[in-house]
T-cell receptor, first 114, second 109 residues
Framework: ETGVTQTPRHLVMGMTNKKSLKCEQH?????MYWYKQSAKKPLELMFV???????ENNSVPSRFSPECPNSSHLFLHLHTLQPEDSALYLC?????????????FGPGTRLTVT | GQNIDQPTEMTATEGAIVQINCTYQ??????LFWYQQHAGEAPTFLSY??LDGLEEKGRFSSFLSRSKGYSYLLLKELQMKDSASYLC??????????WGAGTKLIIKP
């Protein structure tokens, strides 16, 4: 595997379900990110991790819970979501968090909340 | 507040040239990025400008004017595969990327 991978690619869940999104980067980067992408809206930064430590949490509802067990893996745990949470969730990584570094994106998980 | 503006959609003809504009107002500036995103795929990096002027990379060029808060992406010799969304993003004083909503480019034969 190369680059940034995400699983699953598609997910349909009910509002009472609990699920997790997984991201893995094979680039040796130190920073990882979760973004939400809704149609015709700018990418919304949700969380930033630098060397497994959370450095940014942009007022994201507590029904989204990130986990970064090591610098290569990032999870987004989901519970009691709302229909408006339906979106494409993108994971990205970069060399470092605090610098003008290009971000490399995974293909995303298309989430539908019913 | 911080704001990035770019056109929602543009249409161009195969073989032609198209310019996608981006204007920004951010707290601080540490560079401007352009990304390409095909439908259902990951955004991929195209260019990074931090100094004023034109950066050329094959068929794609990116221009920056920091005093005007303005950038453009120029695509030459358009091909059908260039049909995609083009995302403009500015890195602010905290090195956080502020994103535009993207410009959907439609290429017609």
């Amino acid at each position: 595997e190369t680059g940034v991978t995400q699983t699953p690619r598609h997910l349909v869940m009910g509002m009472t379900n609990k699920k997790s999104l997984k991201c893995e980067q094979h680039l040796g980067h130190n920073a990882m990110y979760w973004y939400k992408q809704s149609a015709k809206k700018p990418l919304e930064l949700m969380f930033v991790y630098s060397l497994e430590e959370r450095v940014e949490n942009n007022s994201v509802p507590s029904r989204f819970s990130p986990e970064c067990p090591n610098s290569s893996h990032l999870f987004l745990h989901l519970h009691t979501l709302q229909p408006e949470d339906s979106a494409l969730y993108l994971c990205a990584s970069s060399q470092e968090a605090g610098g003008p570094h290009e971000q490399y994106f995974g293909p995303g998980t298309r989430l539908t909340v019913t | 507040g911080q704001n990035i503006d770019q056109p929602t959609e543009m249409t161009a003809t195969e073989g032609a040239i198209v310019q996608i504009n981006c204007t920004y107002q951010t707290s601080g500036f540490n560079g401007l990025f352009w990304y390409q995103q095909h439908a259902g795929e990951a955004p991929t990096f195209l260019s990074y400008n931090v100094l004023d002027g034109l950066e050329e990379k094959g068929r794609f060029s990116s221009f920056l004017s920091r005093s005007k808060g303005y950038s453009y992406l120029l695509l030459k010799e358009l091909q059908m595969k260039d049909s995609a969304s083009y995302l403009c993003a500015v890195m602010d004083s905290n090195y956080q990327l502020i994103w535009g909503a993207g410009t959907k480019l439609i290429i017609k034969p």
